[in-house]
């Protein structure tokens, strides 16, 4: 059975990874990449070469937004190679972009993180109404609710202004550990 993750040693013969600019290059491919069938081994790597050598690769997303392409019949996310590469370890779990921007792979941009600190850099929700994350207006009272998520739902309170509201929020998030790109548009 294929093996469903990249080695370390496939990812560095196959790819070149720039970590100040975060962007991938396909690598030189020999004939032991290709297999002899209608063409030859050798045939099939010089027309790869000429096609492909050089050029850029993980130009296209995901449904989620994160660059990814096939590297040896395996689907591959570009923030995870770029972690393999730099490491020689394909980690499964979370991988923050400390900007929030899932196309910026330079390496100077990750972090790694459990599932929890990488909530806690997250950008602003598309429907956030009040424009601040933790942040709602109660309409029946007017009065506008503090909250946050650590380990479950925390109520921070009811404050006659909005500004009230961010401060008792941005202390909270002090307190839980929040990045401070947290909520960022």
């Not at 962007?23 to 069938?37: A, Y």
Request: charged residues 30%; positive net charge.
């Amino acid at each position: 059975m294929k093996s469903t993750t990249l080695s370390y040693e496939e990812a560095c013969e196959l790819v070149h990874y720039d970590p100040e600019f975060g962007r991938f290059f396909w690598k030189l491919r020999s004939e032991k990449w290709f297999t002899d069938g209608y063409h030859s081994a050798k045939g099939q790597a010089n027309r790869w070469n000429l096609k492909w050598a050089g050029k850029e690769t993980f130009l296209n997303c995901n449904t989620t937004g994160y660059p990814q392409a096939r590297i040896n019949g395996i689907m591959v996310c570009a923030h995870r190679l770029a972690w393999l590469i730099m490491t020689g370890t394909f980690n499964e779990t979370d991988i923050d972009h400390i900007d929030g921007n899932k196309k910026n792979n330079k390496w100077s941009n990750f972090r790694l993180v459990n599932r929890s600190e990488n909530c806690r850099n997250k950008s602003k929700r598309s429907d956030n109404s009040s424009g601040i994350t933790g942040i709602s207006l109660k309409k029946s009272s007017g009065k506008w609710q503090a909250y946050i998520y650590h380990e479950r739902h925390i109520h921070l309170g009811y404050f006659d202004s909005i500004e009230e509201a961010i401060k008792v929020r941005k202390e909270a998030e002090k307190n839980y550990g929040y990045h401070e790109n947290h909520g960022r548009e």
